[in-house]
């Protein structure tokens, strides 16, 4: 079973920074979760998620877009998923309010994680060794 999943479902996928790679991001997460036999429903909740994700990474941590955004899944215990998220941008810890950055104008604009945080209730921030990389860690279950 695992070689026919690596045959037919990369476990990583790289992506430039960019709203228009959302889609791409959610359907390589969704095909890996179809694999890992995850309900549609069930991949739906996880997709709101990770695009809530992205779109805070993107506008707070890569608002350049030239930035790049990798995401691996790997099978993990009892038929879940450990995903993490992987970016090059600025320090930026969704997790915490006191990392977000103020928008300019004088407005503060606060990510939202609510969804994310409901769908995925095991997530985890840390920056790399090198401190140059952000890293989201999940883990999906049924």
Same mark, same amino acid.
């Given at each position: ?10 476990? $990583? ?37 990770? $695009? $809530? ?70 997530? $985890? ?18």
């Amino acid at each position: 079973m695992r070689q026919e999943l690596d045959k037919e479902v990369n476990d $990583e996928i790289t992506v430039q920074a960019r709203p228009d790679a959302v889609p791409r991001v959610v359907e390589f997460v969704s095909a890996f979760g179809r694999e890992m036999a995850f309900t549609e429903a069930r991949l739906g909740e996880i997709a709101l998620a990770l $695009e $809530e994700a992205l779109g805070n990474i993107i506008r707070f941590a890569c608002p350049g877009g030239s930035e790049e955004i990798r995401v691996t899944c790997r099978a993990h215990e009892m038929g879940s998923i450990a995903l993490n998220i992987v970016d090059s941008g600025r320090p930026f810890n969704m997790l915490v309010v006191s990392t977000f950055p103020e928008v300019a104008g004088g407005t503060d604009e606060i990510p939202s994680t609510r969804i994310m945080k409901k769908a995925i209730r095991d997530v $985890e921030y840390r920056r790399d060794g090198d401190g140059r990389k952000n890293i989201l860690a999940w883990i999906i279950s049924r």
